[in-house]
């Protein structure tokens, strides 16, 4: 959905369609938004996949020259201090673009009351093709993947595994017109849900912004029904704030460059939090009680417990969770019909939601990297 990547980018996440679409239409992380909590859906059917490609190549209604186009515009080159020229150029780019009644419809949340299952959301990024997929992308850019660690502390299977959630490798990185995306969200925002227009304008202004700086046309760039982009799916904004030049040709390119992916998804991660050396979560033993459940419960997945407030409600950390300093979270995971599991959530774990508001989305990310690091292993040893 990520992606990005706001406050902090990513993602005060949207509770949208994004991973049930993301065969089709791009991973979307709405990097620098996390905020409102983005639930797993089930995944849409290849055919609806298909449907929903060939609905996003369908012309919408171009803006045309509305007055709040116009004035966008003029705002924007003023910001900016652009002349006359640039102003009447992002005008008539915007003039063109098009509103799209998908992507209305795929901003929209997800039908409420929608059974989670932690097995079946895994088993859509841990499966053959995209560990295959994340084996040689490995091998390509392991020089990058290393230095990346090495320079930012982020672990290698880390990198990988988020970019193969996102993207499946540079395979999904979204079929929309990105000047598109952001100006129907911007300026047709759909009724039925919280208001986000204000974020979409920025994301748009953001996107005139990164074009002009690596001579882009706006016209042309393609990416998520969202307006996330490339390998890592940043959104603009957390593109221009977070994304490097990581093999130095003095570009920053996340649509064609995976070195630069790998060092701005490292950037991104290190910018949000993360701790070289500290694991991401530990095991724990639920209390009995109902209460107390709830109490450990309530902040979700933001670290707000000590050690000795965990025991105090009752919760039992595991052996290596005694030795951490900082605070845990405790994370739900629901297995459908069966109990829901529990783990404690450490700074990293939150680290990794900063990029999606999802406990789910972070451990798809850590058992597909920790998966992917198993098998690189086994191979080496044959």
């Not at 500290?278 to 095991?283: I, L």
């Not at 783990?343 to 451990?363: H, I």
Request: proline share 6%.
């Amino acid at each position: 959905m990520t992606l990005a990547l706001l406050p902090p980018p990513c993602r005060l996440l949207f509770q949208t369609r994004l991973l049930s679409l993301t065969l089709a239409l791009g991973a979307f992380s709405l990097h620098s938004h996390a905020g409102e909590a983005h639930k797993p859906v089930k995944a849409a059917p290849a055919s609806q996949h298909k449907k929903n490609t060939r609905a996003a190549n369908k012309p919408g209604k171009p803006l045309g020259e509305r007055p709040e186009i116009l004035r966008f515009a003029a705002e924007l080159a003023k910001e900016q201090g652009w002349d006359e020229a640039s102003q009447k150029r992002v005008e008539s780019q915007l003039a063109q673009a098009l509103s799209l009644p998908l992507v209305q419809r795929l901003i929209m949340p997800a039908a409420a009351g929608t059974a989670k299952d932690w097995a079946a959301y895994r088993a859509r990024f841990v499966e053959p093709r995209r560990l295959q997929a994340g084996l040689a992308f490995w091998e390509k850019n392991a020089a990058s993947l290393a230095k990346a660690e090495a320079q930012f502390g982020v672990p290698a299977e880390l990198i990988a595994g988020l970019i193969g959630v996102e993207t499946f490798y540079g395979q999904i990185t979204g079929g929309f017109r990105v000047i598109d995306a952001l100006a129907t969200l911007a300026f047709d925002f759909p009724s039925g849900r919280s208001d986000r227009s204000p974020f979409f304008r920025s994301e748009l202004a953001e996107f005139f912004k990164l074009c002009r700086r690596e001579g882009l046309d706006p016209l042309k760039i393609k990416g998520s029904f969202a307006g996330a982009l490339g390998w890592p799916q940043f959104m603009p904004g957390s593109w221009n704030r977070y994304a490097i030049d990581f093999d130095g040709d003095g570009h920053v390119d996340l649509i064609n460059n995976q070195a630069d992916a790998i060092g701005s998804v490292a950037n991104y991660l290190a910018q949000h939090g993360w701790k070289p050396g500290q694991p991401t979560h530990y095991s724990l033993a639920m209390p009995v009680e109902t209460s107390a459940r709830a109490s450990l419960l309530a902040p979700d997945i933001k670290p707000s417990f000590t050690l000795a407030q965990l025991q105090a409600l009752g919760a039992q950390p595991s052996e290596a969770a005694l030795e951490h300093t900082g605070l845990l979270a405790v994370v739900e995971l629901q297995n459908g019909e069966a109990a829901p599991t529990y783990w404690l959530g450490t700074e990293n774990f939150y680290a990794l939601t900063r990029y999606n508001w999802s406990s789910y989305y972070a451990f798809a990310v850590i058992d597909l990297g920790r998966t992917l690091a198993n098998l690189r292993k086994d191979q080496s040893g044959r």
